[in-house]
Structure formats: structure tokens, C-alpha cells
């Protein structure tokens, strides 16, 4: 099929299931469960839960109450000084959460999620954003992926507990295929670096009910992407949907990426895809 512009991905209605159906898996956990490690670094379950608990309270503050956010206490120069002012920020809540039980924690997830989804339910698709997508490389974005991105959010650090609990992961299409849509935009900023001529292109497949077909084009300005493929195609990278989820949310070691996509055309070409990622890492 012939390329078309991205769609808006509206992820509003999404907010309730996803917040509320974590609750009773939190609430069933085992105490030795809150201490198990997750993939996100040295972060136990319960640094995961709180860290939801932070980014959404966060955000009712911000957004919803119009409550200006604390200046950095540097300046902000660089990509790399954005990643280490968030890190700084995210460190220092779960820090002073070591002080709360899994139950006091588990009740705060629920009143954030409860209230959160209530306030996204009631904003309109168009509303301006409150942030820029950094992990896209845009300074300021447009608000249905501002929402969205606070979407992928949550649910990839859902995957995190679910994945260290051994509960069933939450890959239903109505959850997944919104995340690899929105995630999917971190591919321009990817590819930022690379130099190639106008035209050139990279398909990138999804298989599975969540995914789809993606195109990677240079053009004059830049990387843009679309939806569909091209006539013109140099290089092609096949993917299950389960692997583009854990690519795009650093669950999947570059090593391991090597041997789970498939590439044909331009190999080199493609090799950046293993450093997509549609988080701040």
C-alpha cells in the first residue's frame, strides 16, 4: 500500500482500564514481591510503582492544576543535562518513597490513576500539549501525543512489575497497538544522525493483530515517517509486535534486537533501529 501521513493516536479512553485494572495486581502482590528487581535498572517493583505514583501526580500538578513546575537547579543545555534534570527528579521521589508501605503505595497508584484518567477522559484530542515528546526530538508537540506519550508511559512500567512478578503481561491490541503507533515516532529522532540522500527508505514490519507497516524516508529536511510503504525501498526490518514493544521500551538488549529483527536490503542502513527507544534512558 502507497504511504499517508500518521494519524493522531487517541489514547484518552484508555486511561481507566489501564490504571485500574493494576490496582488488584498490586493489591494481591506478596511482600517479598514488592523487592524483586525489574528491568529498569536498579529499580525493585515497588520503586517502579512509586515512580507511577510521582509522574502522574506530577502531572495532575502541572496540567490539570496549572501549577508551574520547579525550575531546574541548573541550566538546561543539552539533551544530555534534560535526561540527567528527569533522572534527578525521578531518583529523588523514590528515594523518599523507601518510607512508604506496598499498601500506602498501592492506594496513592489509585487515587493518581483514578484521578489522571478522569482529566484525560475530559480533554479535548486537540488541547495544546503540556511538554514536547523529548524522545522524539520535539521541543513542543502537539497535544494528542503529549497525552499519549504519558500513556506509553505507564503502561511500558506496568510491563516492568508485570514482567518481574511473572503476572500476564498486558498485551491485549487495544493497549498494545496504540503503544507501538505512538512509540513508533521515536524512529526520525533515531535516525537523526544518519546522512543519506533524499529518498531513501527503510520499511519497517510489524507482524501481529498491534502492528503494521512503517516507512522511514530521508528527505531534503530529514527523516520523516509514514504509514504504509513506498515504491522505493532500500532497506526492509521485520519484527514481531512483542519485539517492537520491548525494543522501543529498552526491554530488549541491542544485542539480542540484532537477532530478533530481520533485515533485508541495506543492512547498514537499518542498524540504528536497535538503538530506537520511545523513553528517556
Request: glycine share 6%; charged share 25%.
Amino acid at each position: 500500500m502507497p504511504t499517508s501521513p500518521l494519524k493522531p493516536v487517541d489514547t484518552r479512553a484508555l486511561f481507566h482500564p489501564l490504571t485500574s485494572g493494576f490496582v488488584p495486581l498490586l493489591r494481591g502482590l506478596a511482600p517479598e514481591d514488592w523487592l524483586k528487581p525489574t528491568i529498569a535498572g536498579t529499580w525493585l517493583v515497588r520503586d517502579v510503582v512509586a515512580h507511577l505514583v510521582d509522574l502522574m501526580f506530577r502531572r495532575l500538578s502541572f496540567h490539570r492544576d496549572a501549577m508551574t513546575p520547579p525550575p531546574p537547579s541548573r541550566p538546561i543545555r543539552s539533551e544530555r543535562d534534560f535526561i540527567d534534570f528527569i533522572n534527578g527528579l525521578n531518583a529523588e521521589w523514590v528515594g523518599a518513597s523507601k518510607r512508604f508501605s506496598p499498601r500506602v503505595l498501592t492506594d496513592l497508584f489509585e487515587r493518581a490513576g483514578a484521578d489522571l484518567s478522569d482529566w484525560f477522559a475530559a480533554l479535548p484530542l486537540d488541547a495544546p500539549a503540556l511538554f514536547g515528546v523529548s524522545w522524539a526530538g520535539e521541543m513542543t508537540s502537539e497535544g494528542w501525543f503529549d497525552v499519549g506519550r504519558e500513556f506509553v508511559e505507564i503502561w511500558h512500567h506496568q510491563q516492568q512489575v508485570r514482567l518481574a512478578v511473572g503476572a500476564p503481561l498486558l498485551t491485549e491490541t487495544r493497549f498494545l497497538r496504540p503503544v507501538i503507533e505512538i512509540a513508533m515516532r521515536a524512529l526520525p529522532h533515531t535516525f537523526r544522525d544518519e546522512k543519506r540522500e533524499p529518498g531513501c527508505a527503510i520499511v519497517v514490519d510489524v507482524s501481529g493483530p498491534a502492528g503494521g507497516t512503517w516507512t522511514l524516508a530521508r528527505t531534503a529536511t530529514g527523516w520523516t515517517l509514514e504509514a504504509g510503504e513506498p515504491a522505493r525501498i532500500d532497506a526492509r526490518a521485520k519484527m514481531t509486535e512483542d519485539t517492537a514493544w520491548r525494543l522501543l521500551l529498552h526491554a530488549l538488549p541491542p544485542a539480542d534486537a540484532g537477532h530478533a529483527i530481520a533485515v533485508t536490503g541495506d543492512r547498514e542502513l537499518a542498524a540504528p533501529l536497535v538503538k530506537a527507544r520511545a523513553v528517556i534512558v
